[in-house]
């Protein structure tokens, strides 16, 4: 002890070569930036660059507080630190309040440190120790991270070495034991908290230089403990970690580097006193100044925050945010999210036609947007388990309630029980009549603090008799219910818009969908027969992408004969057509000629699709990039 | 002390003092509100407080306990939930085994308000202590979280045996134990790529049967397995249940333990005819199952099987010739899961309109055949909803089953006393710490069989046969090979896909 207290007191002593008062510059500096400026970046990070919202539409694994709940994390190792991480996720909903409270959690980890290694030696030099927040941004480069999982470790990690280290100084053996406890509790509960645990004992306990035999215990503790986690088949559960997994590589990071960064700088010192760079005095010089040293934590800080924002992943920024705007039915937001996408995706692609059908735009647009390979309406479930929420939202609100359970169902088995889904269930449920299982799922929601109210209140409604009654969609889901018997293993595109139709024929989404899918399939033929639906369904005008389908069915197709019924073709429609044969003309006849033209000036057509099976709409970035 | 302060303890005195002296207590003439339904019900000696909750807004809620005219115990409490002290309910059970006990319920709001007593009954006869279902969300296609668990009905204890998370999430399908023993069961596993082996656990030593097999029933010597090889598919419908499955085709085989040998005996593996769920009667003399005649998909709803037995003896391998013992003609109904009782006397076999998966079909009911006069009648015990998977207690008092009666959804397990006139009383829900458990829970319950003893095979020795890391067996097959080579079981669109509720 009397070592530890004499390099302790050693550290402390001011610098009596110094010309500039290099202490109180140090202090000031390291406070401003080595404390600020990561606390700062993380927090413009979050809120600017990941978007709290999405972290918690893409992340935020479901929570309640019921005990059968709570006992699946009890039972299992590092449960508990699990389930502190889910419970912190639902905060990211509130947007800025869910990245103030990582921060202040980052913060807090970072303060709890800095008290921690004032054992070591007093908190003048450990500043460093803020850089764990420049590192926490890498939890969000591609939204998969969990900071509250590691964040919890190394406060628990923290506390229970400051536990240790004045425990130490008063009685060893007490000391160790106390270790030794606590490394059996951690690593059941909080099991990275027991790496940086042992790390930051074990560094101190060399240091301080006594009794190390008794350390000796630890590891075999925690190895017997890690022995028998993985012994219960548990083990892949919680070490499944990939090299990609940016969050999990973070969590690890933090874990482990935080000692070293503690350490780093009194390692310097110490090799500097022993005399290890006398013959580089520049490099002594460097080490031990203050301002060079917390330049280089400010650009360590930096380098990390760009390399993160360079890594970050943009375009599944996009895809989230395009399916929670859907989500949230805020569909000229999601049309135009979906024109900034590099990549897209089945989600993507749903909620866009979702969005279009929505907005009026569905037979306006929807050829300026990218075709399934399949040309189906609706993707393939079987092969992307991650469209069936957004598909069952679809069917739900174009009336196909069975359709939508199985796919709400699916989505609940794999998602997990997120408000999202117990929502939809729960309205599904209610249209086919089963008001006992739709309270089941409000119940269940009830039991999340976060949604208890929204939950109750729905529960209510529906003792009430007015279940849902704020919404509209709920409104005119329950007039389109299918009624129509079908029984198979899956159903197509045409046969489900028209058991819709057949419901009721006044479903206009449906039919909609079931001329976009008609024109998607090239079934000109059927979609002209059904010219008369759309007097019936009130069309002050014909749709634009229908208006070429008549001039392709009259043209190219040798139905000259064919008439709109009661429509006149727009103009503007005509003469583009006009503008399109004569491409194709200039070009001899040749499509494979005349392609790159007409992408440019007709590539949002339907004429387009019709020749090219494909779109070309300049203002969406991934044609531009094809 | 303000003012608001004052006012509330002057309307507290107040409360006190009415309730003391002044407040009258109105009865209605209605049974109190409760849930789940406890009321009227018989009840075997050994079972946990059947805790509930009284859904009836109030400020005040009184329950009293009473045997005879004395109150026995009585529950004062400004929480609807009423959750009974165990020890006090053991008392309760004791006290009035082979005997009634009285239920009085009373809400304060306004004055209180006396609903009509409700009157249980405790049988003479215990019921197993042990129950192993599968808990799982309502599958459809794909299955990523499900267990294999046990619950202490005496208490509230619940522990997992196996979860599917623990062998990368594949499906755990139906136990089956042998002679109820918690030891020597038999569990069949999915594990995609790797196969879908038959984990076997004979006096808590497990290993791997590397034959797929479907529905399967344990001979009571413990030396052979009857099992059936489905061909079995999960359709959806657009209106009414969404789930349905059509099982194209499947025999009944015997996995003979003693020679690890597999055959499908001609008189239960016919060629033109499907046969499935098998049960052995408890003396090993019959094996009770399902025969329909193949049809086609698109003929779904007329598939209607009818209930058969077959006679066998193990010492000689001979098998006698089928019999029809009700027929789905003379019924108009298809009939599945036969479940004989442990004196062989009943089978309790469910019946639907159509097909042979009744935890699908809302019609689903339980019925009772005599195996002694070859009648059958309807339980007393069934609802509306679908009423299946069902088991008898070792001393056949005590029928255990899924029923979705509470909410149409959720399968939740439900006990039923038979007395001895052969009648099944009125089913409650096994009960729960939390009364509200059964509003807020989102799995379902499946398979609930009975079993003596919990079962006490650690997680990693059952993980241990799954991945073969313990003995392997792989039967011979002699006699006629099964007509289904590969995959075998097809349950859902895509055999690694498939459903299993």
């Known amino acids: ?626 | 002390m303000n003012g608001i302060s004052k006012i509330k303890i002057a309307c507290s005195l107040l409360l006190l003092i009415g309730n003391l002296f002044g407040a009258t207590t109105e009865s209605s003439p209605v049974k109190p509100p409760i849930f789940p339904d406890y009321a009227d019900i018989t009840i075997p000696p050994n079972i946990a407080p059947l805790n509930f909750l009284i859904q009836e807004k109030g400020e005040e809620y009184s329950v009293k306990f009473m045997v005879g005219n004395n109150v026995f115990h009585e529950i004062k409490t400004r929480k609807a939930e009423i959750e009974i002290p165990e020890n006090r309910w053991k008392e309760l059970l004791k006290k009035t085994r082979g005997a009634e006990f009285i239920v009085r319920i009373s809400v304060f709001s306004n004055g209180w308000k006396e609903f009509l007593p409700i009157t249980n009954r405790v049988a003479n006869e215990e019921i197993d202590a042990w129950i192993v279902y599968r808990y799982l969300k309502p599958l459809y296609t794909f299955y990523h979280d499900m267990s294999i668990r046990q619950r202490n009905i005496e208490s509230f204890n619940e522990d997992i045996i196996l979860p599917s998370s623990r062998f990368d999430r594949g499906c755990l399908n139906c136990h089956t134990f042998l002679n109820q023993s918690a030891s020597s069961f038999a569990f069949h596993v999915r594990k995609g790529k790797e196969g879908n082996p038959m984990i076997l656990c004979i006096s808590n030593t497990p290993s791997m049967v590397d034959k797929t097999m479907g529905y399967i029933s344990w001979h009571p010597s413990g030396n052979a397995i009857a099992f059936s090889l489905n061909r079995l598919s999960l359709f959806f419908h657009a209106t009414e249940e969404t789930r349905d499955v059509f099982d194209e085709d499947s025999n009944l085989g015997i996995y003979r333990l003693d020679k690890n040998s597999v055959s499908m005996p001609p008189q239960i593996s016919n060629p033109e005819l499907i046969e499935t769920w098998p049960c052995w009667s408890a003396d090993g003399k019959y094996l009770y199952y399902c025969v329909t005649k193949k049809r086609p998909v698109k003929n779904y709803r007329e598939i209607k099987y009818d209930f058969a037995r077959i006679s066998y003896d193990l010492n000689t391998d001979k098998w006698g010739q089928p019999e029809i013992l009700v027929s789905s003609e003379n019924t108009g109904l298809s009939v599945h899961q036969p479940k004989v009782s442990p004196d062989s006397r009943f089978v309790i076999f469910g019946m639907s309109e159509y097909g042979n998966f009744p935890i699908y079909r809302p019609d689903s009911d339980l019925f009772l055949f005599d195996t002694e006069t070859r009648q059958y009648k309807r339980l007393e015990l069934n609802s509306d909803a679908s009423d299946s998977w069902h088991s008898w207690s070792s001393n056949g008092r005590w029928i255990l089953f899924s029923s979705k009666r509470i909410d149409g959804l959720f399968a939740r397990p439900h006990i039923s006393y038979f007395n001895t006139n052969n009648i099944a009383h009125k089913p409650f829900v096994l009960p729960q710490k939390d009364p509200r458990f059964y509003l807020t829970c989102i799995h379902t319950f499946n398979v609930p069989e009975f079993v003596r003893e919990p079962i006490r095979i650690s997680q990693k020795q059952l993980l241990d046969a799954i991945y073969g890391r313990l003995r392997t067996l792989k039967p011979t097959e002699t006699g006629l090979k099964p007509q289904t080579t590969e995959g075998v079981e097809h349950y859902g669109s895509k055999p690694e896909r498939k459903s299993s509720q």
């Open chain 1, 1 to 626: 002890m009397k070592k530890l207290g004499k390099i302790n007191a050693d550290l402390r002593k001011p610098k009596q070569a110094s010309k500039i008062n290099f202490e109180v510059i140090d202090d000031i500096i390291n406070f401003v930036f080595a404390v600020i400026a990561p606390v700062v970046l993380l927090t413009y990070w979050i809120q600017f660059s990941a978007n709290p919202i999405l972290i918690y539409h893409k992340q935020a694994p479901p929570f309640f507080t019921d005990y059968p709940f709570v006992k699946e994390f009890l039972i299992r190792p590092d449960g508990l630190s699990q389930f502190f991480s889910a419970f912190m996720f639902q905060f990211y909903e509130y947007g800025i309040i869910g990245t103030i409270v990582e921060v202040l959690l980052v913060a807090a980890v970072c303060i709890v440190g800095w008290f921690s290694l004032k054992e070591f030696s007093g908190s003048k030099t450990n500043s460093l120790i803020f850089l764990i927040a420049a590192f926490a941004v890498f939890f969000h480069v591609d939204y998969n991270g969990d900071p509250f999982h590691a964040i919890v470790n190394a406060l628990f990690g923290f506390i229970g070495f400051l536990l240790f280290a004045k425990i130490y100084v008063k009685n060893q053996q007490l000391s160790f034991l106390i270790f030794t406890v606590l490394c059996g509790i951690l690593t059941w509960f909080f099991t990275l908290a027991c790496f940086l645990l042992f790390l930051l004992c074990g560094l101190f306990v060399m240091y301080a230089g006594k009794k190390r035999h008794l350390f000796i215990l630890a590891p075999i503790y925690i190895l017997i403990t890690y022995f028998l986690i993985f012994h219960s088949g548990y083990g892949s559960e919680c070490f499944d970690v990939q090299t990609s997994d940016f969050g999990k590589i973070a969590e690890i990071a933090i874990i482990l580097t935080a000692p070293l960064i503690i350490r780093i700088r009194q390692i310097f010192k110490k090799a500097v006193e022993k005399g290890f760079f006398e013959k580089l005095k520049f490099i002594s010089k460097a080490i031990q100044n203050p301002i060079l040293c917390t330049i280089i934590s400010m650009t360590v800080c930096l380098k990390v925050y760009f390399f993160a924002d360079h890594y970050f992943f943009e375009n599944k920024k996009y895809l989230i945010q395009i399916d929670y705007l859907a989500c949230n039915r805020r569909w000229d937001e999601t049309v135009e999210t979906f024109g900034k996408l590099k990549a897209f995706n089945n989600v993507a692609l749903v909620q866009l036609r979702r969005a279009l059908l929505h907005s009026g735009k569905l037979l306006d647009e929807f050829f300026s947007y990218p075709q399934l390979k399949e040309k189906y309406f609706f993707p393939d479930y079987n092969n992307d388990v991650t469209v069936c929420m957004p598909l069952a939202e679809f069917f739900y609100e174009l009336g196909h309630i069975n359709f939508a359970e199985h796919l709400a169902h699916e989505s609940l088995e794999f998602d997990g029980a997120k408000p999202r889904q117990l929502l939809l269930l729960s309205k599904i449920n209610l249209l086919k009549g089963k008001t006992n299982a739709a309270k089941i799922f409000l119940y269940r929601l009830s039991e999340n603090p976060f949604h208890r109210k929204t939950a109750l209140r729905l529960i209510s409604e529906i003792e009430n008799n007015e279940p849902f009654k704020e919404d509209e969609m709920f409104k005119s889901a329950r007039e389109f219910v299918n009624t129509v018997p079908y029984a198979g293993y899956e159903v197509r595109d045409e046969t489900f818009f028209n058991q819709l139709l057949v419901s009721n024929p006044k479903n206009r989404k449906a039919f909609e969908c079931l001329i976009a899918t008609l024109l998607a399939n090239k079934n000109l033929a059927e979609a002209m027969r059904l010219i008369k639906a759309f007097e019936g369904f009130e069309f002050k005008t014909l749709p634009r992408h229908y208006e070429e389908a008549v001039l392709v069915w009259q043209v190219f197709e040798k139905h000259p004969e064919f008439a709109p019924g009661k429509y006149k073709l727009n103009t503007a429609t005509l003469q583009r057509f006009n503008g399109f044969v004569r491409t194709i003309e200039r070009h001899n006849g040749s499509l494979q000629n005349a392609k790159n033209e007409l992408a440019e000036n007709f590539g949002t057509t339907f004429w387009f699709y019709y020749f090219y099976d494909t779109a070309f709409n300049q203002s969406l970035k991934f044609y531009r990039q094809e």
